[in-house]
């Protein structure tokens, strides 16, 4: 990776250069009075970059001694890469090219001829090429600023898009907890009401009342909890029964894509569980339908006697499909979801050109 010159350096470099051309163009000239006008001219650089319109200006008198052009060339440029009104630099380029005309032309209608011409496009392209550079890099400058707003903008976005989606995820997978917890704990308040009722001992009957009366309490605030998430923002429709294994066959079969399913999953297992096994065919199966056009897919449910596997794996496309952007967000709540179940998934390519979606939960926990 090559560096660029420093700044510093590269002004030094241009001063040294402004300074060689006065001195030759002095003794050229053998003019003493031109040393004035170009050291003015020369001495301007050294504020160009604060006030390039008065230093432009003031390194004009110079180019009247045919040779010393660098100074006026040099500000053309800055005052072009500094001012967007292209009246600005025009105004400039004119004024520089009538001085660099003006010390070797002959005006007088009897000697005008092609020579004199070639020299007015010369000096007036010696204007413009400046000119030109200056609105180049400038363009090109705003242009790489503005391309950093944008890449900026797109990362604020995607991470504010990633931040709602695991948001969203956290909230439902809050409120699939609730269903859980809230009928665990039901349960539980009604058995501590019937040994209340049932048992002689009188303190067993004030521990089953305690145990009930928290059991209602605990159910209060998970209510409040839900009617808090729904005041917030999500939607009532997220309240409506979840999706369990049972549903499973018809996602396959509704999927628009050759699917099938292979093996079952054991009985009595947690609704919790159940979720997430059916968000993870169905995410699967969506990103089969939408980067693998024509593949079909195998969905195959295994288990042993502590983990169960979800294995969701697709052929190779056969139709070509649109490159559609992806921030793999529905992955990402995937991951989560598989972590709060103490489980961990796994996604890779396959040997023949698919795709492999693998989840594995402990039925240690869950079973």
């Not at 999927?255 to 099938?260: E, G, H, P, V």
């Not at 969905?299 to 979800?310: G, R, Y």
Request: hydrophobic letters at 45%; proline letters at 7%; glycine letters at 6%.
């Amino acid at each position: 990776m090559t560096s660029r010159p420093s700044p510093l350096l590269v002004r030094g470099a241009v001063l040294a250069l402004a300074v060689v051309e006065g001195v030759l163009t002095t003794i050229s000239e053998e003019d003493p009075y031109g040393i004035v006008p170009i050291a003015v001219a020369v001495l301007a650089l050294l504020v160009l970059e604060r006030r390039p319109l008065p230093a432009f200006l003031a390194t004009l008198p110079a180019v009247l001694y045919p040779g010393a052009i660098l100074p006026a060339i040099i500000g053309l440029y800055v005052v072009s890469s500094r001012h967007r009104d292209w009246w600005v630099p025009a105004g400039c380029g004119l004024l520089a090219a009538a001085g660099f005309v003006f010390p070797t032309a002959e005006f007088a209608p009897s000697i005008w001829n092609s020579y004199t011409l070639l020299g007015v496009i010369y000096f007036t392209m010696t204007a413009l090429a400046p000119i030109l550079l200056g609105q180049f890099l400038r363009s090109r400058r705003e242009l790489a600023l503005r391309l950093e707003e944008i890449k900026e903008a797109r990362e604020h976005e995607r991470r504010l898009d990633a931040e709602a989606i695991l948001a969203k995820e956290r909230n439902q997978l809050a409120r699939e907890m609730h269903d859980v917890v809230s009928h665990q704990v039901s349960l539980i308040a009604v058995q501590a009401a019937a040994l209340q009722v049932s048992t002689p001992d009188p303190d067993a009957r004030l521990a089953a009342a305690n145990v009930r009366q928290l059991s209602v309490n605990t159910l209060d605030e998970l209510r409040h909890m839900v009617n808090l998430l729904r005041a917030s923002g999500t939607p009532a429709t997220e309240l409506t029964p979840q999706p369990t294994l049972t549903d499973l066959e018809r996602l396959i079969a509704g999927s628009a894509i050759d699917a099938q399913l292979v093996g079952t999953a054991p009985e009595g297992l947690e609704p919790t569980v159940q979720r997430a096994i059916y968000r993870t065919v169905q995410e699967a199966l969506t990103n089969v339908r939408k980067h693998a056009p024509g593949a079909g897919a195998t969905v195959e449910i295994s288990h042993d006697d502590t983990d169960l596997t979800v294995t969701v794996t697709n052929t190779r496309p056969t139709r070509p499909h649109l490159a559609l952007p992806s921030a793999r967000h529905g992955l990402v709540g995937l991951h989560e979801r598989a972590a709060l179940l103490n489980g961990k998934l796994h996604t890779g390519p396959t040997a023949d050109g698919g795709f492999q979606l693998r989840l594995i939960l402990p039925l240690t926990a869950h079973g």
